[in-house]
Nanobody, 113 residues
Framework: VQLVESGGGLAQPGGSLRLSCAASGFTFSRATMSWYRQAPGKERELVAS????????NYADSVKGRFTISRDNAKNTVYLQMNSLKPDDTAVYYCYVLQGNYWGQGTQVTVSS
């Protein structure tokens, strides 16, 4: 199983970033996919999840209305569109597969002026 995140970087407060997670080694369309994040000195927390067909999504209260999770089962990829970024969104963002408990290597997101 491989989960490769990309799209992280430096953004200004109020800006946007789009994370991608390219998956391989399992049947992507049968997997619930999630994004987690971990800020320095804090525990890893769930940011958003999406069901196998994409019809159901869940978000942490802290990102509702700002972040959107989506997936393309034809491309075996899950996305996280992050808008109206805040400094508190600074963290390493991880892609996660519920079925099998697999993690990506993480991508750093830094929100700073």
């Amino acid at each position: 199983v491989q989960l490769v995140e990309s799209g992280g970087g430096l953004a200004q407060p109020g800006g946007s970033l789009r994370l991608s997670c390219a998956a391989s080694g399992f049947t992507f369309s049968r997997a619930t996919m999630s994004w987690y994040r971990q800020a320095p000195g804090k525990e890893r927390e769930l940011v958003a999840s999406i069901s196998r067909a994409g019809g159901s999504t869940n978000y942490a209260d802290s990102v509702k209305g700002r972040f959107t999770i989506s997936r393309d089962n034809a491309k075996n990829t899950v996305y996280l569109q992050m808008n109206s970024l805040k400094p508190d969104d600074t963290a390493v963002y991880y892609c996660y597969v519920l079925q099998g408990n697999y993690w990506g290597q993480g991508t750093q997101v830094t929100v700073s002026s």
